[in-house]
């Protein structure tokens, strides 16, 4: 068979939309220029971040010459999911909010795979951190 040469790479875009509801207007800011077909992007993005919808979810877009595209979402911010759990939170003062053990392992768990943690104890004590300066406090 003739072996079509390997498409190129011409960007990798990181965006940060609402989880399972990109709009045309938030995802053309951030791909617009690179001549993509945004409806599409748009429905596999919000297909493949449903189940954070409510939170914030970057995701690397990698753009290829023929302008066909290839997205890797990354997990919920850890900021947008805290804030989730807790309902509210106030940056640097006393804890505004809290959440329970539970839910920081619940977090934990899920950024897992973007924090540079090698078990859930280190990525709570990460995601503790987070928490604490969002004015978030933790309950037993």
Known sequence: GVQMPPKRISAVVRVEL??????????????????????????????????????TVSADVTIYDDRSFTIAPRTPATRSLLLQAAGSGSPNGKPAAWITREQLRRVATMKLPDLNAYDVQTAERVVAGTARSMGIGIRD
């Open 18 to 55: 609402d989880a399972g509801q990109a709009s045309p207007i938030s995802a053309g800011r951030a791909l617009g220029t690179h001549g993509i077909a945004l409806g599409q992007f748009i429905a596999q993005y919000n297909e493949r971040t449903a189940p954070f919808r409510g939170t």
